[in-house]
């Protein structure tokens, strides 16, 4: 068995790997304050996050994570120097050599003066190509596989064989912090660790991360892992696409074109993805055409289309309800409102990244803001032990490692008979006023098995959505502003006081006091959250609301 020390040693170098490349928050069009953003590994060790050599990981653990959110600090990276040395005013030609041979002399200087200047060019045109997929404005940025390679331990650890395309002429900080992040795709598209072995069948799946740049930008992986053709056994493989975009449902249908072309050849998925990425992303609703030549088949052209509610391109809920029944989906979602911690375990990382993203789905317009790992890798364990809010996805061989901690939501969502709640805090029920669950289970009730998957998301969506327009929809009235351009400021205690129902204004008290609501309403004061869906749904309910009034007298 390893000794503590060595656990902690482990670990601590899977921190290094990884920090800096965990989504903590679920923004994406915000300036707001990111206090809880991920220590670098020194920092963190200067907090005292990692386990001190001879202590148990899981000893003093909150005291530990206490630590790091109080000693918080993000550090930029220094910029690295990169510029050329100037010509010495010894390097000039002497007159002599000038006039036994000018030309050559001159040609010489007009090469080294080129140089430099067809080098900045080519860099510049380089990097307006790269940002061009960068800024989401294309499919993708890049491709990564990641194979496992056996160790002189006779364990496995992944590797990636292929990158494309292959990002040269990158400075040394650059290379650094891309190394970083794909160690820390790695340790994503593997996260059971070293506990591997050759097998001779395996169901592929499909599941996604989120990875924060160094800059706070995200980007978002999605990962297909299969078992590539051939004979006896051998071990999985995953091709990871890395993206500004959010859109699982689309990159799901790539990786069955990608798997496809792997059961053919390896070299048949490339000039697939070089198609593809050179297309642009389209606009909701629309398709584009992505031509590819197999062997034996010809040329196929392969049609990808957006959904049209972009809203919701990156969720699908059917797994969601298929785990749980209704009554809990509704309990897991008021403990997610007001930002509880809950764990979500289940055997299958497609379950856990799909169920995840569909409980953050199903606040809006409200925005996740602290720490959200759908795949935790085991190497990461100790992150369950934080005592602030957070939305993880573990797998089940390691739900020993996160029981027996207080005011916890562990949900199961392994689709067993047995309850899906192992643990909580016991109030899960009571946390919504009774009259608005009932109205929540109504709107859901009226689903259909038959539906697709697009009818299901508005059902659901449309449901949570109306349950914030009856409970915070009256915001804007509580919003002064000294002109109609200008800063305003929001009313809290005069807003939570207009609520006729006791119930519900004891709810939206707890409510304004999250983190989701704080981000929510500065938007709002500065006119900078502009959600038109959520602001046409509560003019419709008001209108409603008038009529009915109306009719009364």
Not at 371 to 379: A, D, G
Request: overall charge neutral.
């Amino acid at each position: 068995m390893d000794s503590p020390a060595r656990v902690s040693r482990e670990r601590a170098s899977a921190w290094s790997t990884a920090a800096g490349a965990i989504e903590k928050t679920h923004t994406e069009h915000s300036n707001y304050p990111r206090d809880r953003t991920w220590l670098s590994p020194s920092t963190s060790e200067k907090a005292g996050v990692m386990p001190s050599e001879g202590e148990a990981p899981l000893s003093s653990a909150r005291t530990r994570f206490s630590n790091l959110f109080a000693s918080f600090a993000k550090k930029s990276p220094n910029e690295e120097d990169n510029s050329r040395n100037t010509a010495k005013a010894d390097d000039v030609p002497s007159r002599t050599s000038m006039l036994l041979n000018p030309i050559k002399v001159l040609k010489e200087r007009s090469s080294k003066e080129r140089q430099p200047q067809n080098l900045e060019a080519k860099n510049q045109e380089m990097e307006q190509r790269e940002s061009r997929y960068a800024s989401g404005q294309f499919f993708f940025e890049y491709l990564v596989v990641v194979s496992l390679k056996k160790t002189k331990a006779n364990s496995y650890e992944p590797q990636v064989i292929y990158q494309f395309p292959k990002k040269d002429g990158m400075i040394r900080y650059q290379k650094e912090e891309e190394e970083k992040t794909l160690k820390a795709i790695m340790l994503f598209c593997f996260p059971e660790g070293v506990s591997w072995a050759p097998l001779t069948e395996y169901k592929s799946e499909t599941f996604s991360f989120v990875l924060t740049e160094i800059d706070g930008s995200r980007k978002n992986g999605y990962c297909r892992r299969l078992l590539p053709q051939g004979k006896g056994a051998r071990l999985p493989e995953a091709y990871c696409v890395i993206s500004k975009l959010a859109c699982f449902g689309l990159f799901s249908k790539i990786f069955d074109e990608v798997e496809k072309r792997r059961q053919i050849s390896l070299s048949m998925i490339y000039p697939f993805m070089q198609s593809l990425r050179e297309l642009p992303f389209p606009a909701p609703g629309h398709t584009v055409k992505v031509k590819s030549f197999i062997p034996d088949s010809g040329t196929e052209i392969i049609e990808l289309t957006r959904p049209r509610d972009s809203q919701l391109e990156h969720v699908d809920f059917r797994t969601l309800f298929q785990r749980l029944s209704t009554e809990e989906v509704i309990y897991v979602f008021a403990a997610t409102v007001l930002e509880r911690r809950i764990i979500f375990v289940a055997e299958e990382l497609s379950t856990l990244s799909q169920c995840i993203h569909a409980v953050t789905a199903l606040l809006y317009p409200f925005i996740w803001q602290h720490t959200l790992i759908p795949i935790v890798p085991e190497i990461m364990i100790d992150v369950a032990m934080a005592p602030t809010p957070y939305l993880l996805g573990v797998q089940k061989q390691l739900m020993g490692d996160v029981l027996g901690q207080e005011e916890v939501l562990i949900v199961d969502l392994s689709n067993e008979p047995s309850k899906a709640f192992i643990e909580q805090v016991g109030d899960e029920k009571s946390l919504l006023p009774v009259k608005l669950q009932e109205e929540i289970l109504q709107m859901l009730n009226v689903r259909n098995d038959n539906a697709t998957l697009e009818e299901l998301n508005k059902i659901v969506s449309e449901a949570f959505l109306h349950f914030f327009v009856r409970t915070i929809g009256h915001f804007s009235s509580f919003v002064k502003r000294k002109n109609k351009d200008g800063e305003g400021e929001f009313q809290k205690r005069s807003f939570y006081k207009s609520i006729d129902s006791k119930n519900t204004r004891k709810f939206v008290k707890t409510f304004l006091q999250t983190q989701m609501f704080d981000l929510f309403i500065q938007g709002v004061e500065q006119q900078t959250n502009l959600q038109d869906e959520f602001q046409r749904k509560v003019s419709e309910y008001q209108e409603k609301k008038k009529k009915e009034k109306a009719k009364k007298y």
